[in-house]
């Protein structure tokens, strides 16, 4: 019981120093992959790069601790941290102090929905997210993921538009206006390096490779420009004139939000008093409010997109002082810096005192030292109840993604893998995680795949990469300040090109038809939705137990007679004459309420079209469970057939559907003549009864002395 409870206990057995210096040689090399992507992936998940770190160092040590791989790897990854951001980005801004103690309430939740399924031991309802759903899901996903970063490789900022194709419309726009060259390039060079590397030294941890050389280059050439600058020294009435307007219109938002809030107060007290009027005018203020507020918004945001298309040239006066004029408007003969600057702007007034210029590329920046500070998520029950489905499904995915890489790398140890237990594991990294200052956090298939090549013999591994974040937070993280951004969004692109398998597709159509059909609708419906990422994985869940549903209300129900080679098959397929009066019905799978009558209304046609029937026998070895209204129509009809004159007959019934048959007497209606344990001792009973000596001679039926075959 306690190893059960501390899987990790089993480390121990046989355990040397040789076993320890894999482990932490493994742990190290990992790490030095997951710092740089943990931070990129953060800023995927909307979150500042640091909060990466976060979910770096206590998530892969408890996952392993308490999971049943020793050589999965977990922390942030892609599409956990796409899905973060998606199913937040409603609530709050992204990057904000709400969207951040969001996040982390996310993972709480995440985490007690994933140990929840584990103690109870429900890990086969992962079974709901169907491979063609999660192919087609991944596909797109890695596609948004891929895109997503274009903002960052051309160093153009845009707001996020409703759909996800609308912002990449932005991006290619503001690019088109403007590419900052340098970051640019230096997106290019981490992605040339990365790949290089990848297929000619795979053992060379690339992406650290990638991120001290860029890095470096980026403090060498001093690649980030800022500077503020009082609003007199912007030689441009339009770009003054569209700064004021744009402080107007977000200076306008608070009150207006702040007085949503009160009428929201309203709103709920009416309710709970069963005031019809007062909910009605509480209820029309909200809207009137919410109508003002999204005016302003898009105000704001048309304000914010000419700021941006705003392009200076600082003009270096002869006192030292700078003066910045419009690209175009520069006076002849002026000295200039020779770089481009823009106005930076966000959701937040700009400050005219100290208006915030650029001149360069952005770059991680100051990464706060030390560790977070251990608190348990403030709970907010109107917020979780809107994040518990989207915490559904990134507890699903992030596990389906876990458990497919732990089974992938058990098949290579042979170690045996527990799915309630890995859920269990993955269930407390996320929500000691979030004690921690974490996001959502999974296994993750690149990192464990180095996990394993590197020699990680034990979890132990997991655990020494956990331990290295812990001193990069401590004494490392100024060496992060010159990163720039355009090699994390290089970092990402890199990662999320394993994910595109278009083999999946083709795959999933020759395996079944409705099978591709349902990738395919999936891959576009989460492409089309995005960033509502949960609409494409709903629509095929739903797509694929509707067809679960169809194919049970209308199973196969096969009329078998012989063909040449003696063996019984499907008479209609295969175009073959049939006894006339005998029919032998085979039912392929359980008979429930929801297909009994599709068996009847066969046996009904059958009986319409077959007008010298004299003997019905139900082929039952496909029948593996039957419920009340199957033994109500399995009763009926036998009354019925009897009643015209047909007798009917069962063979190769189980014990499961026997026991049913017993407890409600049926045994006893259909008799015990009438039930047979094979399909050959049926025959062997009932044909000769039917027929004469020549017509057995003529019939497809015939005495066939080797024992039966049934072939689909």
């Given amino acids: 019981m306690i190893r059960r409870i501390f899987p990790f206990l089993d480390w121990f057995t046989g355990y040397n120093p040789t076993m320890f210096k894999a482990d932490?040689?493994?742990?190290?090399?990992?790490?030095?992959?997951?710092?740089?992507?943990?931070?990129?992936?953060?800023?995927?998940?909307?979150?500042?790069?640091?909060?990466?770190?976060?979910?770096?160092?206590?998530?892969?040590?408890?996952?392993?601790?308490?999971?049943?791989?020793?050589?999965?790897?977990?922390?942030?990854?892609?599409?956990?941290?796409?899905?973060?951001?998606?199913?937040?980005?409603?609530?709050?801004?992204?990057?904000?102090?709400?969207?951040?103690?969001?996040?982390?309430?996310?993972?709480?939740?995440?985490?007690?929905?994933?140990?929840?399924?584990?103690?109870?031991?429900?890990?086969?309802?992962?079974?709901?997210?169907?491979?063609?759903?999660?192919?087609g899901f991944t596909n797109a996903a890695a596609i948004i993921i891929a895109t997503s970063q274009l903002s960052k490789m051309f160093g153009v900022n845009v707001d996020n538009a409703e759909h996800h194709y609308e912002t990449i419309l932005r991006v290619v726009q503001s690019a088109v206006h403007y590419t900052h060259w340098p970051t640019l390039f230096i997106g290019v060079l981490a992605l040339a390096i990365m790949i290089a590397l990848k297929r000619l030294a795979p053992r060379v941890p690339n992406v650290l490779v990638a991120v001290i050389i860029t890095?470096?280059?980026?403090?060498?050439?001093?690649?980030?420009?800022?500077?503020?600058?009082?609003?007199?020294?912007?030689?441009?009435?339009?770009?003054?004139?569209?700064?004021?307007?744009?402080?107007?219109?977000?200076?306008?938002?608070?009150?207006?939000?702040?007085?949503?809030?009160?009428?929201?107060?309203?709103?709920?007290?009416?309710?709970?008093?069963?005031?019809?009027?007062?909910?009605?005018?509480?209820?029309?203020?909200?809207?009137?409010?919410?109508?003002?507020?999204?005016?302003?918004?898009?105000?704001?945001?048309?304000?914010?997109?000419?700021?941006?298309?705003?392009?200076?040239?600082?003009?270096?006066q002869a006192d030292g002082s700078v003066l910045y004029y419009p690209v175009d408007q520069l006076p002849a003969g002026a000295q200039t810096d020779g770089r481009t600057w823009r106005i930076q702007v966000g959701n937040k007034p700009v400050k005219v005192d100290k208006l915030p210029l650029t001149g360069g590329g952005e770059v991680i920046g100051t990464v706060p030292k030390g560790l977070p500070a251990m608190s348990v998520p403030t709970v907010d029950l109107g917020i979780m109840l809107h994040l518990f489905p989207y915490a559904a499904i990134i507890s699903l995915l992030?596990?389906?993604?876990?458990?497919?890489?732990?089974?992938?790398?058990?098949?290579?140890?042979?170690?045996?893998?527990?799915?309630?237990q890995e859920l269990i594991g993955q269930g407390l990294a996320n929500i000691i995680g979030a004690i921690g200052k974490s996001y959502p956090a999974s296994g993750s298939f690149s990192?464990?795949?180095?996990?394993?090549?590197?020699?990680?013999?034990?979890?132990?591994?997991?655990?020494?990469?956990?331990?290295?974040?812990v001193g990069t937070l401590l004494f490392f993280t100024p060496l992060l300040y010159h990163l720039p951004q355009s090699v994390l969004a290089a970092i990402i692109m890199m990662a999320v090109m394993g994910l595109i398998n278009i083999s999946g597709f083709l795959h999933a159509w020759k395996a079944q038809w409705y099978d591709g059909l349902i990738s395919i609708l999936s891959f576009l419906c989460t492409l089309w939705f995005a960033p509502h990422l949960d609409k494409g994985i709903m629509l095929g869940v739903v797509l694929c137990l509707l067809v679960f549903l169809y194919k049970n209300m209308r199973p196969v129900v096969t009329s078998l007679t012989r063909d040449r080679s003696r063996i019984l098959v499907c008479a209609a397929s295969k175009g073959l004459k049939e006894c006339d009066y005998l029919s032998l019905i085979r039912f392929e799978g359980p008979l429930f309420f929801a297909n009994a009558s599709?068996?009847?209304?066969?046996?009904?046609?059958?009986?319409?079209?077959?007008?010298?029937?004299?003997?019905?026998?139900?082929?039952?070895?496909?029948?593996?469970?039957?419920?009340?209204?199957?033994?109500?129509?399995?009763?009926?009809?036998?009354?019925?057939?009897?009643?015209?004159?047909?007798?009917?007959?069962?063979?190769?019934?189980?014990?499961?559907?026997?026991?049913?048959?017993?407890?409600?007497?049926?045994?006893?209606?259909?008799?015990?003549?009438?039930?047979?344990?094979?399909?050959?001792?049926?025959?062997?009973?009932?044909?000769?009864?039917?027929?004469?000596?020549?017509?057995?001679?003529?019939?497809?039926?015939?005495?066939?002395?080797?024992?039966?075959?049934?072939?689909?």
């Fill in 215 to 316: 890095t470096l280059l980026s403090w060498a050439i001093g690649f980030e420009h800022r500077t503020t600058v009082a609003g007199s020294a912007i030689q441009s009435p339009e770009a003054r004139a569209l700064i004021a307007s744009f402080n107007e219109a977000v200076d306008g938002i608070t009150p207006l939000a702040e007085e949503r809030t009160k009428t929201s107060k309203r709103l709920e007290q009416a309710k709970k008093g069963h005031n019809a009027i007062a909910r009605l005018d509480a209820e029309h203020d909200d809207r009137v409010m919410q109508s003002k507020i999204e005016e302003l918004k898009n105000k704001a945001h048309l304000y914010r997109e000419e700021i941006r298309l705003l392009l200076f040239k600082a003009s270096i």
């Fill in 398 to 420: 992030g596990f389906m993604e876990a458990i497919s890489i732990a089974k992938a790398i058990a098949s290579k140890t042979g170690q045996r893998i527990d799915p309630n």
């Fill in 447 to 469: 990192r464990s795949a180095v996990n394993l090549q590197a020699g990680a013999i034990t979890g132990f591994s997991s655990v020494f990469t956990g331990l290295t974040v």
């Fill in 24 to 135: 932490a040689i493994a742990g190290l090399t990992v790490a030095l992959v997951l710092i740089p992507q943990s931070m990129a992936y953060a800023q995927l998940a909307g979150m500042p790069a640091y909060y990466g770190l976060y979910a770096a160092f206590l998530p892969p040590m408890v996952a392993s601790l308490f999971g049943s791989s020793r050589q999965l790897a977990t922390g942030p990854v892609a599409v956990v941290s796409l899905m973060t951001a998606a199913s937040l980005e409603p609530l709050a801004t992204a990057g904000s102090e709400s969207f951040i103690a969001y996040a982390i309430l996310l993972s709480l939740l995440v985490g007690v929905f994933q140990l929840a399924l584990g103690i109870l031991r429900l890990g086969l309802v992962v079974n709901f997210l169907s491979h063609p759903v999660v192919n």
């Fill in 598 to 712: 599709y068996l009847e209304d066969k046996i009904s046609d059958l009986m319409l079209c077959k007008t010298t029937l004299r003997h019905v026998l139900i082929v039952a070895n496909g029948i593996n469970d039957i419920d009340a209204s199957g033994e109500e129509t399995l009763s009926l009809l036998v009354g019925r057939l009897r009643s015209a004159n047909i007798d009917v007959s069962f063979s190769g019934i189980n014990e499961t559907v026997m026991k049913v048959l017993i407890r409600t007497h049926l045994d006893t209606k259909i008799g015990a003549d009438h039930i047979y344990p094979t399909l050959e001792e049926a025959l062997r009973h009932i044909h000769p009864t039917l027929h004469s000596p020549e017509e057995i001679k003529l019939c497809p039926l015939g005495i066939n002395p080797q024992p039966e075959v049934i072939h689909p």
